[in-house]
């Protein structure tokens, strides 16, 4: 019945400096739509940035920074996301190490957002 995945929601602390990490680090633009609301695209997704103590409605019953954990699919290899990282002073929690991906192994490494939310770097092993 489901598709694919339009867009999620995170909740941040400072949409300035979230903005800043997702764009500069990992390459997705900035989008300001509705009134002034900011997201993140990258492929035919996004994410839908929202302010803590100031979301929108409706909203998660608990919606708090740093609670996710996500994992995106890079076109770059992982030691060309590894030195892109490193030269953005950006610390790796983890990895390169292989693991299970939606259609197949994958090889990642996982650092941290501004909130602390746990993000995995991925490619698919060919």
Same mark, same amino acid.
């Given at each position: 019945? !489901? #598709?694919? &995945?339009?867009?999620? +929601?995170?909740?941040?602390?400072?949409?300035? $400096? =979230?903005?800043?990490?997702?764009?500069? !680090? @990992?390459?997705?633009?900035?989008?300001?739509? %509705?009134?002034?609301?900011?997201?993140?695209?990258?492929?035919?997704?996004?994410? /839908?940035?929202?302010?803590?103590?100031?979301?929108?409605?409706?909203?998660?019953?608990? *919606? @708090?920074?740093?609670?996710?954990? @996500?994992?995106?699919?890079?076109?770059? #290899?992982? $030691?060309?996301?590894? /030195?892109?990282?490193? $030269?953005?002073? +950006?610390? !790796?929690?983890?990895?390169? +190490? $292989?693991? =299970?991906?939606? +259609? %197949? *192994?994958?090889?990642?490494?996982?650092?941290?957002?501004?909130?602390? /939310?746990? !993000?995995? &770097?991925? /490619?698919?092993?060919?």
């Amino acid at each position: 019945m !489901i #598709k694919k &995945l339009d867009h999620f +929601v995170l909740t941040v602390k400072d949409v300035e $400096k =979230t903005t800043h990490f997702y764009t500069v !680090i @990992l390459g997705m633009q900035k989008e300001t739509f %509705g009134e002034g609301r900011i997201a993140l695209r990258f492929g035919e997704q996004k994410i /839908n940035l929202h302010q803590a103590g100031h979301e929108f409605e409706p909203k998660a019953k608990h *919606p @708090l920074p740093g609670s996710a954990d @996500l994992c995106f699919i890079t076109e770059e #290899k992982i $030691k060309s996301v590894i /030195n892109h990282l490193q $030269k953005h002073n +950006v610390e !790796i929690e983890e990895g390169p +190490v $292989k693991r =299970t991906g939606s +259609v %197949g *192994p994958i090889i990642s490494v996982y650092i941290r957002d501004p909130d602390h /939310n746990l !993000i995995e &770097l991925s /490619n698919y092993v060919d």
